[in-house]
């Protein structure tokens, strides 16, 4: 669990767009990978804002409660290839109030599903259970 600055992505990203070149600074490529690396790791992005903005809060297993960015997530990225997140809208998995994130998917506005600063437990679907992918479960799209 990692949280980021935006203005930290944001200052990577101009630099790799070259907006930032002081002496002696890293190659594009080296910039890229570690915008890349830093602010994404593989797993679920939170974000505190639309469109990921704001500080970021990562989880790539399950955990019972998001502390310190409990009920605080306006958009999320399920940035991985192979697995299934459950968002809870309640601590510890309660409450019927919830939906599954396929890999690859993004929200980028969970106000507009009335689910925006409500996240507060995330569940990773184990290996028997992504075989059937979001089945059972409501979805975002």
Sequence with gaps: MKLVSYAAVLAGALAVMGAASPAGAASETTVRQQVTADAYPIGLVLGENQRLGGKQFYATYTLSE??????????????????????????????????????????????????????????????VESRSGCNGYRTFF
């Design 66 to 127: 998001l502390v310190g960015f409990n009920d605080k997530a306006s958009s999320a990225w399920n940035n991985t290839t192979d697995k299934y997140f459950i968002l809870y809208d309640d601590k510890s998995f309660i409450g019927g109030n919830n939906y599954c994130m396929r890999p690859g998917e993004y929200v980028w506005d969970l106000h507009q599903f009335n689910f925006g600063d409500k996240i507060s437990s995330v569940r990773v679907l184990d290996a």
